[in-house]
């Protein structure tokens, strides 16, 4: 998780820099935006909006949602959409980049190769349109989930094998049968 304590006397916290960012872009930071940044710091690897808000108590729905809205315009936080439908959203370490989400355990990870631009060209001159972005979300199973899933479905896996292999010799047998 990330801390907003100091850590040295000459090193800055993590509400700190984020305040530092916004201030340089010229954006005014109150006292209820202070709490949304404290609220957002205080989740854990990924959050939704209501979880900001109730972290954030006295601070008003809107001024989180303001708030959450300058991040990602300003690439602090960015948004996952879960396979369940559900929009989270997560502090952001990396410039441009796309998420691999488990579809059962939730967890999320970052990865930056994008081969989406020669698509986005692509479509772009195909539709007449012109894109301004993309996201990406790959959805599966993450290695814990999948070994631990794995251990169940082998067995599974090997009896259909079986089964598989022998109603194919069976097949290989009878044509040579008929072929007799």
Avoid at 7 to 18: G, Y
Avoid at 21 to 42: D, F, K, N, Y
Avoid at 75 to 80: E, F, K
Wanted: proline share 2%.
């Amino acid at each position: 998780m990330v801390s907003s304590k100091r850590t040295a006397p000459d090193a800055m916290s993590d509400i700190d820099l984020i305040v530092e960012r916004l201030e340089m872009r010229g954006h005014r930071v109150t006292e209820s935006r202070r709490r949304v940044l404290a609220g957002v710091l205080a989740q854990p690897a990924h959050f939704t909006i209501d979880d900001v808000v109730h972290a954030a108590r006295q601070v008003g729905r809107a001024t989180v949602f303001r708030t959450v809205k300058l991040l990602l315009d300003l690439n602090i936080l960015c948004r996952i959409l879960l396979d369940d439908g559900t929009l989270h959203y997560r502090l952001s370490t990396r410039g441009h980049h796309h998420h691999l989400v488990c579809r059962d355990c939730g967890r999320v990870e970052d990865f930056t190769r994008c081969d989406v631009p020669a698509l986005v060209r692509q479509l772009a001159r195909a539709t007449d349109y012109e894109i301004e972005g993309h996201w990406l979300e790959v959805y599966g199973r993450c290695r814990a989930c999948a070994r631990r899933d794995g251990r169940a479905r082998s067995g599974r896996a090997k009896n259909a094998a079986r089964r598989s292999i022998g109603a194919t010799a069976g097949a290989q047998r009878r044509r040579r049968t008929q072929a007799r």
